[in-house]
T-cell receptor
Framework: GQNIDQPTEMTATEGAIVQINCTYQ??????LFWYQQHAGEAPTFLSY??LDGLEEKGRFSSFLSRSKGYSYLLLKELQMKDSASYLC??????????WGAGTKLIIKP | ETGVTQTPRHLVMGMTNKKSLKCEQHLGHNAMYWYKQSAKKPLELMFV???????ENNSVPSRFSPECPNSSHLFLHLHTLQPEDSALYLCASSQASGTGSSPLHFGNGTRLTVT
């Protein structure tokens, strides 16, 4: 079967750095997405990786290793507003999105 | 403003009621989706419409009935629901489904409670 694994919950301190990991086992690979979802709000697109390596976008970076079936989202200079759930999703060989259950990130002052 | 608007934001209904969820997108996208989000579970794809044609129906019970009159509007008609159907229902849109890098744009969802 197809599966996406990510930690259920993480806690970090304001101003620090946090890395949220995502491992996947899918039938084929056509890209990996990260979304952010604040409580009671819509998920919003953060990043897309289809080739190995690091993609940087301001305070957020996303890394992909296709050979390891592994990605991480790196958040720097954490702010209280970064408290949210972070969803990892992979497009399989049929371009179907397979979703993880999300990682709830709690930022403490 | 997310570009995708869902109404109502909250809905409480009895098991014998009939109600409809509405979604409208202002992004010029060709694909629209219904997802179910339950606590601590992955998003569950329910239906996909591509250029107004239904292309996915992931074994969803018949008590959920989608309707897509045009590329900008999507409805989910509900009838004789069960308490386990209580969840957040998210609408999303994208450029034509099946393309690799096109991200989904989500609405804020309808929080449904079935009593």
């Amino acid at each position: 079967g197809q599966n996406i694994d990510q930690p259920t919950e993480m806690t970090a301190t304001e101003g620090a750095i946090v890395q949220i990991n995502c491992t996947y086992q899918t039938s084929g690979f056509n890209g990996l997405f990260w979304y952010q979802q604040h409580a009671g709000e819509a998920p919003t697109f953060l990043s897309y990786n289809v080739l190995d390596g690091l993609e940087e976008k301001g305070r957020f970076s996303s890394f992909l290793s296709r050979s390891k079936g592994y990605s991480y989202l790196l958040l720097k200079e954490l702010q209280m507003k970064d408290s949210a759930s972070y969803l990892c999703a992979v497009k399989d060989s049929n371009y179907q999105l397979i979703w993880g259950a999300g990682t709830k990130l709690i930022i403490k002052p | 403003e997310t570009g995708v608007t869902q109404t109502p934001r909250h809905l409480v209904m009895g098991m014998t009621n009939k109600k409809s969820l509405k979604c409208e997108q202002h992004l010029g996208h060709n694909a629209m989706y219904w997802y179910k989000q339950s606590a601590k579970k992955p998003l569950e794809l329910m239906f996909v419409y591509n250029f107004k044609e239904q292309t996915e129906n992931n074994s969803v019970p018949s008590r959920f009935s989608p309707e897509c009159p045009n590329s900008s509007h999507l409805f989910l008609h509900l009838h004789t629901l069960q308490p386990e159907d209580s969840a957040l229902y998210l609408c999303a849109s994208s450029q034509a489904s099946g393309t690799g890098s096109s991200p989904l744009h989500f609405g804020n969802g309808t929080r449904l409670t079935v009593t």
